[in-house]
T-cell receptor, first 113, second 115 residues
Framework: NAGVTQTPKFQVLKTGQSMTLQCAQD?????MSWYRQDPGMGLRLIHY???????DQGEVPNGYNVSRSTTEDFPLRLLSAAPSQTSVYFC????????????FGSGTRLTVV | AQSVTQLGSHVSVSEGALVLLRCNYS??????LFWYVQYPNQGLQLLLK??????LVKGINGFEAEFKKSETSFHLTKPSAHMSDAAEYFC?????????????FGQGTILTVHP
């Protein structure tokens, strides 16, 4: 059981470049989400999905795009990277009811220069 | 709407002393409450959770938390701190039903443990 797997672990982008952060889970969780973590701000929800084909915006969605074609995968796309998107990104998943809490990936540290 | 306030961005204790990390929440529906711990350069690990039932919840590593509805609080405690408890701790609130497990996190509290 791998849990939640995020790739890459580290990435440096130039302003204006695009990239995709990968997230995969093998626990058959319906719910998946992307958070960004910035010092002193906790975790802020970017996008989430309640199942394949269903996504919705979170608190800070601008500049990011998601899709969910399978239960297992939930990639996060940066359309045109900006320095303000320098952050640590976490993917998390849970069963639909949420009573068990999230399982988190180990994170992707992104720097935009 | 949900929100979480963690009182104190940094807490420092001596090894063997009581650990108390404060969390207050607001929620328009009966909440689910969670505490997570994050060690440096790692993801978040679930410490404990309250959903329904007993209001005193025990978690891993000797931590526990008490849900107090009248005070809208869910403070995290540990009777005796250990050096290995040094980490950042996050309180989070969620709700059942149609919220589909969406969690709102507090800003985090960094716990330092001195020898």
């Amino acid at each position: 059981n791998a849990g939640v797997t995020q790739t890459p672990k580290f990435q440096v982008l130039k302003t204006g470049q695009s990239m995709t952060l990968q997230c995969a889970q093998d626990m058959n969780h319906e719910y998946m989400s992307w958070y960004r973590q910035d010092p002193g701000m906790g975790l802020r929800l970017i996008h989430y999905s309640v199942g394949a084909g269903i996504t919705d915006q979170g608190e800070v969605p601008n500049g990011y795009n998601v899709s969910r074609s399978t239960t297992e995968d939930f990639p996060l796309r940066l359309l045109s990277a900006a320095p303000s998107q320098t952050s640590v990104y976490f993917c998390a998943s849970s069963f639909r009811t949420g009573v068990y809490g999230y399982t988190f990936g180990s994170g992707t540290r992104l720097t935009v220069v | 709407a949900q929100s979480v306030t963690q009182l104190g961005s940094h807490v420092s204790v001596s090894e063997g002393a009581l650990v108390l990390l404060r969390c207050n929440y607001s929620s328009s529906v009966p909440p689910y409450l969670f505490w997570y711990v994050q060690y440096p350069n790692q993801g978040l690990q679930l410490l404990l959770k309250y959903t329904t039932g007993a209001t005193l919840v025990k978690g891993i590593n000797g931590f526990e938390a008490e849900f107090k509805k009248s005070e809208t609080s869910f403070h995290l405690t540990k009777p005796s701190a250990h050096m290995s408890d040094a980490a950042e701790y996050f309180c989070a609130v969620g709700a059942g039903g149609t919220s589909y497990g969406k969690l709102t996190f507090g800003q985090g509290t960094i716990l330092t443990v001195h020898p």
